[in-house]
């Protein structure tokens, strides 16, 4: 096997391992040690697999390492937000590109579960690396009664 460039989500962290998943590829890798990363946090860099059996890795240089916040905040969903919102049916997903950089993601969903939808993608890892994979800086989630806006943005 080959040396892995990318971006990693790590996964899962203890004093001894770590385990990392390639946001490209969503390609799992266990480290045989620990180089010092936590869960949650974003690595780019290269990972190379440890011989003789080559079924675990190690990070062999790293680029930047960081952490990419993803909280609910207190603002409203813009008017564009809401327009598309109002479009779809409870249950429903829409993504489109920021002017820039970054991506929104429009969910409509019963009113009186808002909050809870907001917790979930706030909670959920796939959130945490889709923003990886983007190259955001954060991840900004507003509510409605009835509309959950995700917006990936640059610093």
């Known amino acids: 096997m080959t040396a892995i460039e990318g971006t990693f989500l ?34 780019e860099g290269t990972v190379e697999p440890e011989p003789p059996m080559e079924v675990t890795y190690t990070v062999t240089d790293v680029v930047e390492r960081r952490r990419i916040p993803v909280e609910t905040v207190d603002l409203a969903p813009t008017t564009q937000t809401t ?15 920021r002017a820039g950089e970054g991506e929104v993601h429009v969910l409509t969903v019963p009113e009186d579960e808002t909050a809870e939808a907001a917790a ?22 507003r509510t409605a009664d009835g509309v959950v806006s995700v917006r990936y943005l640059p610093d």
Request: proline share 3%.
């Open 10 to 43: 790590v996964t899962n962290a203890d004093d001894a391992s770590a385990t990392l998943r390639n946001v490209a590829d969503s390609q799992v890798l266990t480290l045989s040690d620990n180089p010092g990363v936590e869960t949650g946090e974003v690595v």
């Open 83 to 97: 327009e598309i919102a109002a479009e779809q049916a409870p249950g429903e997903l829409t993504t489109f590109e």
């Open 120 to 141: 979930d993608v706030v909670g959920d890892e796939a959130t945490l690396s889709r923003a990886a994979r983007l190259g955001v800086d954060r991840v900004e989630v």
